[in-house]
């Protein structure tokens, strides 16, 4: 299914005298609109191709309907949702849910649908039918050297697949750790895992980059080997200028002041990618923005400042991706407000007067530097995020088109009620 | 020190321009603004006493300047706060930090101030010079009744002083718990604690009420007598129909969801009131609203929801006061900074639609009512909140007021720049 | 498979000499071994049947071989535990997970195991192929009256299937709740599982117990219907006396003093029951005693002294069950090891000289408290605990002798090495 | 006041019967008891002279009586702490609370109660009366260059007077941080910190270490910049290899894996020393192994094999030392249960069969490593530190008879009920 141009235009014809007022009075309010819309118009979310199914819990899974079965209906999904907010670009492939039989085939998908391949992503936390060796007891980590080679393998099998797609990044997201006091040596666990990542390190083609994923717990529960940002970093450090750390806003203990780690990273210029979500508890892998919005803001606060000072382009020097799991939504209206959430709080965080805010920092003024980064945050830009997708071509509310345009309804029949999207 | 009403009117007519193009741009976006208003210029927060001078933590205190040396320069301090945000025209006093010594003078110079007296709070978290047994393993719980026995009449003698100054409630905080296992027996503590507030609940006058509130930790950092909003309740409930649970904000575990105890305290019957403050870590009593702003709305949605459904005055039903410590802030600043943050949240949730969110909810469609109260909190309220303001005689910019008017340089000449407030 | 109890004797045999040694060095240290003896016999802990299949997490699961394929070799399993520890006298069901076909048969080989039936669990967290309505947006909770009452049914189905074997008890855990901001009114959604649960009470024999579990997160990541201790104890309020808490020690926000909770529910008379296991972030579900075991002492402790105070019955008058999750361990010697650990910690908190304790703390004796309670905790009981074991027809080290019998390579000659336990 | 040895001689005498029945049943329990005696023997915690006197919170202070009023009366303290446990044979300063007026005889008094100067303690945390600049807003990080100057010239005049004293290594906690987003330009302060310890760096002694002490939160309650073993041992890495990481157990996120961080930090070679203290909540100071006793034996666990793996001393290498508060228990007392939580840890530690261990986790047999950590633990090695002690010249029961001796009473008697000791 596609909506057409011309639809969308429609719509936005109907919106357009309402939408015009708004538009006027925030570019009456900020400084320096047309520049804001011309950065939002480039900043592109790359949406991974497991987020397109509904979601589970280790208790259960609610199955929506009309997934897709395939890569090419991933695709498909993800290009209605890029006609739609003109943000979602980009594409993040799984190995092995995603295994493109024709690659040029698949490429030229893709290209139709507006989509270049984002960061290709690994996967030695499960098993895999017909799969040698089990992952239980860790890949890159384990014990044994057998296992930690086929772990190695699929991770270059995976840039292999990037190659033919023109992705340039891999992100390695290991879930290896520990369940148990006692199970792991931490160190000899950490000497695995850093010599596993060299030897996959080394098969990375020059224009790549390797992302070191970190998560401090789930589905292990006692120790994570890749556990939180300062071991990424080692890892990091260690593998080669090639290598970044990747920051999932869900992967950390509870209260972590993950704006100061953003801030260090690009300090160290290290910081790698983002992989978007939010939560209350946990790895709750919640649509972005829906929990607290005030610290993504925060985050983009320092990502703004921190990529400008070294002179770094917002659009393409860091990986941008949506991580999500979709339990109790509609997937793709799901990423519709994840995308939405990080368009408006990218648009605040341009908005924030950083002149001003240096000044107050250096007089220690902090109550002037809250007041700075909330006038911010408490601006409306919703116009000016309407205004940079309709003239990128998307839709100026592209969840109301979806719904009237029956997007769910015509997939499920298309597909039926009882699909389930590869991997999940 | 007083800011002079034409004063403020000229400040305000410095911004009209500005300010009326705002205004009209937010009444054309929301629905019965006129009313909205009216409730934004009813809603008043009570400002506690020892808010008024610069906060400490155990590792030390960074003293400001021109600290209220007196009762009658606290209320000074919060006359000026309400003259500025005509938001703030109450005071909660804490005894024996604020024993009035002629109650009819400073009663006058309350009202002269537009200031009403607020709920009383007792003290029995501390040993005061003099005293003759002591708190340090307890009050209320404490296994000697004559300890017991002390703490229930100083409470008994705060109500008397609050009597004389017009306050109607009275407001229990107990430290009391443990620092170690073993160290309490937690079925006596509780008997011992409802005991002893049964016996300051009969001392209460007819009119009165009694806020229970409850804290997870801190200072003891084991156990908490009244540890949680399960416990404050089972208290309340003994006591009766004029006892109530208190909520702070800062004083729950991780992550506990907060907006869902304030509708169940609603739903029975049983929520008194709430002290605001922000956190991230603890109790870390930060300004309202720098931390979780979405939160607080979350919050305000259940409030304003749950006391609607009751038929309760938003204004006067429920005890409304900030509970911050201003450790690196001027405390009048912070102070209109909570202030303004809570009135913002306030309209914020006044806008959310009602009809529409319960219709979302009935069908179960999750994204849907997302999309209506992050509307609402999306929603730039700043100018209704200002005209509110206005309308009752105040400040369009409160915190620019008090900045070009020199307020706190003004303070220190008074007072000195090495005063400290009573109680800190 | 079985193990011969003269087996289990001949292993005894080969450890009497040390055990012996070590049998008379710990009644030396102790008063009253032999009524503690007495007390560790008659203490059985119920076994779930979905915890002897590997457990899993959203990521995947990795399992092990030799799972009970049907209600009958789970009986096996507990039965071969049972054999070995003698503490492992009781097993709860999941319906549907174990639909007896022929109660009688199944009681028959139950009794032969010498197992009794314990709480029946019913599940309203799932869809199950062929429900004809979903769960997806929870079940007593839910705003579709039909939805509620094919849960309320499904409940009472439950029971009629308790009722055939014997059992006494339902266990009612709901994950009824919200994923975002907004999905759920949260006072009605109290109000319909209030209903439900009343008219699932109306149901209960005379005989038994209701017991209503809450949990604090996961499956839902925004809040939970019945949340924490003071929301259950609200239902088990209303419904009535045959209504109970259940603790499951997993289900709490993070540093909550559980032990606390436990002294105030049997303060209340409202503690029924509780699922033990242990954890480091959430619902972990790992091993009892692994992570924490003094918190597990500290429960324990206030669970003996609760009890002695109501003249309650240790083994009898609450319900004692593991809940835990296998996911890298063999079941069977994770539940061996789970066992152990509950059985030397109610050792351990027998031992306190709860006279002493009481003296302490009535002179505020902290240091003294503290040493009374770690001299207890410090106590090297596992001799006392084997000796209850061999008394009772056990093994003095159930683990070894499961090993030396090649159990699990047994079961898996069995039933092969790619079985999926029912439920999992 | 001081405890004659012949006192402490008769005391153990009278205990004599019932200790060696204990040793000898705990000598056949364990392998190479005789090397772990030698090793208790060895290991010394430093006392830090803070923690002498009755701490407190910010809500108030509950003093006790007899505290010492001087350096030297804290030099008495610690001499009878020693005397007692021989344990405690190191005293750790703090400047400015306890400056050497007299470095000769300060160090004659602590070489007559068989005590050696431990780390130096810097205090950029407080303002000091009469010094210039405050640190409201930060000492090394602050944006102003004379306040950095003025904290590295402290941190200088520290070093001087550890020189005098005979330490050889400087500790330095900064609170440095900021109470509110936006307040701190986080890599400014990052850059500025660490070129402020390189200041202070240069100045070093060539046989001295720096401690570099990292601490998530309080009191600064939205960011710290040095908040996590990350952001130390970057430090540690640019100034030197002289500069270590810090590790104190309360100064972490929820849920954090300590070992597993001490684990890295010794792969590293950046471990340097420990603060030993316990905690629920936070930074909450309790009494070593009052709350986690788990937890602290896995740490040493990871202590024992990473220093053996390295082949370090465990009594030299590491800065060992108790940072506790003691608010409602004697200080003396509660440092007596806490060295003895230590030393107990310790020998369990020691009794791990790590050969086994290890072996068990190339098998990642989980069951029997968590059987071979959990054997140690559980074990009761009371009788091998109290002999241990004994040898030393120390009690059998440093707590009975410090209770039988009256020091308490003693001290009070000498000193005075209202003393607090300097610093509190």
Same mark, same amino acid.
């Given at each position: ?189 950490? &000497? ?10 080394? #098969? $990375?083609?020059?224009?790549? +980059? =390797?992302?070191? /994923? ?122 519709? &407000? ?10 605040? #965080? $341009?908005?924030?007067?950083? +002149? =001003?805010?240096? /000044? ?65």
């Amino acid at each position: 299914m596609t909506i057409e141009k011309y639809k969308i235009e429609e719509y936005n014809h109907q919106l357009m005298q309402e939408h015009q007022r708004k538009l006027d009075f925030i570019k009456d309010e900020v400084n320096g609109a047309e520049e804001i819309l011309q950065k939002l118009m480039d900043f592109q979310v790359a949406i991974p191709s497991w987020a397109l199914g509904t979601g589970g819990t280790r208790f259960g899974r609610f199955g929506g309907g009309g997934e897709p079965r395939s890569l090419e209906e991933k695709i498909e999904d993800i290009g209605l949702l890029h006609a739609l907010n003109q943000s979602s670009g980009a594409i993040s492939l799984h190995i092995p849910w995603d295994i493109p039989e024709n690659a040029n085939n698949i490429k030229a998908l893709a290209a139709q649908n507006g989509l270049r391949f984002d960061a290709m992503n690994s996967n030695t936390f499960q098993d895999q039918p017909g799969q040698q060796l089990s992952y239980k007891f860790g890949s890159m980590q384990h014990v044994d050297k057998a296992v930690r080679r086929q772990a190695i393998e699929h991770n270059i099998e995976v840039i292999k697949y990037g190659v033919e797609l023109g992705s340039t990044a891999l992100t390695v997201w290991l879930s290896d750790g520990s369940c148990f006091p006692g199970q792991l040596h931490f160190r000899r666990a950490f &000497q695995n895992t850093l010599d596993s990542l060299q030897q996959v390190y080394a #098969a $990375l083609p020059d224009n790549w +980059k =390797m992302f070191v /994923e970190y998560k401090a717990f789930e589905p292990n529960f006692y120790s994570t080997t890749v556990g939180d940002w300062g071991q990424s970093l080692l890892y990091a450090t260690r593998l080669g200028e090639k290598a970044y750390t990747l920051v999932d806003l869900g992967h950390h203990l509870p209260n972590a002041n993950i704006e100061q780690i953003v801030a260090l990273l690009l300090m160290e210029g290290k910081l790698g990618g983002f992989h978007f979500n939010d939560s209350k508890y946990g790895d709750d892998d919640l649509t972005v923005g829906s929990i607290k919005p005030y610290q993504l803001f925060l985050i983009f606060n320092e990502l703004v400042e921190g990529m400008d000072a070294r002179g770094m382009n917002h659009a393409t020097d860091l990986g941008w991706m949506i991580d999500a799991s979709h339990n109790v939504k509609d997937p793709l209206e799901d990423l519709l &407000q994840s995308v939405e959430a990080i368009m408006l709080t990218y648009a605040q #965080a $341009l908005l924030a007067d950083r +002149k =001003m805010l240096n /000044e107050a920092q250096l007089q220690n003024d902090v109550v002037a530097a809250q007041e700075i980064l909330q006038a911010a945050f408490r601006t409306d830009v919703r116009a000016l995020v309407a205004e940079a997708r309709m003239r990128a071509g998307g839709a100026l509310k592209p969840l109301a088109v979806y719904r009237k345009e029956k997007v769910r309804e015509n997939l499920i029949k298309q597909r039926g009620l009882k699909t389930v999207a590869t991997g999940l």
